[in-house]
């Protein structure tokens, strides 16, 4: 059995053909399964025993409901509320259902009220009576509160328990405090210093705090870079202010300044990945959706977009009509006419990816944005060049023609130049008039470059060639 479990904790590419170091090892999860089949309680608890929550969240995501609903029901009491927190939110509704009021009852009350807040806030009314009724009254109070906050601000993220200190305090008196305190959250990093009206003033690190003397006042540790979080604030912005000043965790007051909780960076973070994930998932017209989605919710997300993407694939191939004649005569167009189509939606979905990215980065601003754009267009400008001395050689070549050859490469340097602009303006233009760039910019710029590019492939040819 220790070699099973040491199986589970260091899997490795060599013994499981995985390249990720991570990986759940695929011997392990057969043994845990087998033991789920022969109904075997004691094994599977030794099985998942090694496991770290985030590992149990990943296995029951990947298994089918089937076996998911048997695991967890043999599972039964040793089931932890932090597997909860880290399950996709298609498979946690599954698994709330299946888990027994008793055992879900356990496993929030070990939860952080945050955590609780994050679980509970997308459920049905009925199942978060179910949640609630199982925490303890200050613990229910407490998630209540923050479920009043708006969706996505700062006060549904941020968790009420903190370690607070008067500012008048010295070292010893606050070592005493915690050392005596018997609800000290699980992980904290600061003490964070507060007047008497509880506004928040500075921050005390415990790094500090315990290389200092006892008769240091903690008023003299505290940290050069403090910020408080406004609980109204939405948590983008808060992920940034993480991410761009560093920090490790913040206070988060109310509006009259007084201190009402904590975000700690591993929320901060949560909230930035998936921001990254959101703008990938509308840049490619997915929308929100995981590998635990049924076929139908997947369908529904996806299909406005390829109806979208219809419409704009008609009112391309309504410029391609134009020259119809043109094409009939020169049917080594039609040849072409995906080459500078593709080059041009490439083009345009490397300037927009790197547009959307830097907005939601907010590294792009109204005193850079001319200079980007300037720059954009300019590498469009080159690459294009560069592509059409390319083209115009392959097309010599394949079709005997020179006047052909013009044509193609003018069209691409053209296409091109407009993929570069269109790939940086349409996004800065969406997000002034506030709308996701990431999530309409696609469409758009496909759209520009298709219809550019063929205008300007089939209007030389018609010019130059006829």
């Not at 013994?15 to 990986?23: I, M, N, V």
């Not at 009576?129 to 509160?145: F, G, K, T, W, Y």
């Not at 044509?407 to 233009?429: D, E, K």
């Amino acid at each position: 059995m220790a070699e099973i479990d040491e199986q589970i904790v260091d899997a490795t590419p060599e013994d499981d053909g995985e390249d990720d170091a991570y990986a759940l090892n695929r011997k392990a999860v057969a043994a845990i399964l087998y033991a789920v089949d022969i109904d075997d309680r004691d094994k599977l608890t030794e099985l998942m025993e090694p496991l770290h929550a985030a590992d149990i969240a990943d296995l029951l995501e990947q298994i089918n409901s089937y076996d998911r609903a048997r695991l967890i029901r043999l599972y039964d009491r040793e089931f932890d509320g932090e597997i909860l927190s880290e399950l996709e939110e298609s498979v946690r509704e599954e698994v709330l259902g299946i888990l027994s009021p008793q055992v879900l009852a356990e496993a929030v009350r070990e939860l952080d009220s945050d955590d609780v807040v994050d679980l509970v806030e997308d459920l049905e009314e009925d199942q978060q009576d179910a949640i609630l009724n199982a925490l303890d009254e200050s613990d229910r109070l407490a998630v209540q509160q923050a479920l009043s906050y708006p969706e996505g601000s700062a006060g549904r993220l941020m968790q009420r328990e903190v370690v607070m200190a008067p500012e008048h305090w010295n070292v010893g008196q606050a070592i005493d405090h915690l050392r005596g305190s018997e609800n000290l959250p699980d992980q904290f990093y600061h003490i964070i210093l507060v007047d008497p009206r509880l506004h928040p003033i500075g921050n005390v690190t415990l790094g500090r705090l315990m290389a200092a003397r006892r008769d240091v006042l903690l008023a003299d540790l505290t940290e050069d870079m403090f910020r408080t979080i406004p609980v109204d604030q939405d948590e983008e912005d808060v992920a940034y202010a993480f991410n761009q000043y560093h920090l490790i965790s913040a206070a988060v007051v109310d509006d009259e300044g007084r201190l009402v909780g904590q975000i700690t960076i591993d929320d901060a973070m949560i909230v930035l990945d998936e921001e990254h994930e959101e703008d990938i998932l509308r840049l490619a017209g997915v929308g929100e959706s995981s590998l635990a989605d049924r076929v139908v919710d997947t369908v529904k997300g996806r299909f406005p977009w390829l109806a979208v993407n219809l419409v704009t694939a008609i009112l391309a191939s309504m410029v391609i009509s134009q020259f119809d004649v043109v094409i009939a005569q020169f049917v080594a167009l039609a040849v072409l006419m995906p080459i500078v189509a593709s080059m041009g939606g490439n083009a345009g979905t490397q300037s927009l990816t790197v547009a959307v990215r830097a907005i939601a980065t907010r590294d792009l601003t109204g005193s850079n944005v001319w200079r980007v754009i300037r720059r954009e267009v300019l590498v469009g400008l080159a690459n294009g060049v560069f592509f059409a001395v390319a083209m115009g050689i392959i097309g010599l070549i394949w079709f005997n023609s020179f006047g052909l050859a013009l044509v193609i490469g003018a069209a691409m340097v053209i296409n091109l130049v407009v993929a570069g602009l269109a790939g940086t303006v349409i996004p800065v233009l969406l997000d002034k008039f506030g709308v996701d760039p990431a999530l309409a910019s696609g469409a758009f710029v496909t759209t520009v470059t298709d219809v550019v590019g063929f205008f300007a492939f089939l209007g030389f040819a018609a010019l130059y060639l006829l």
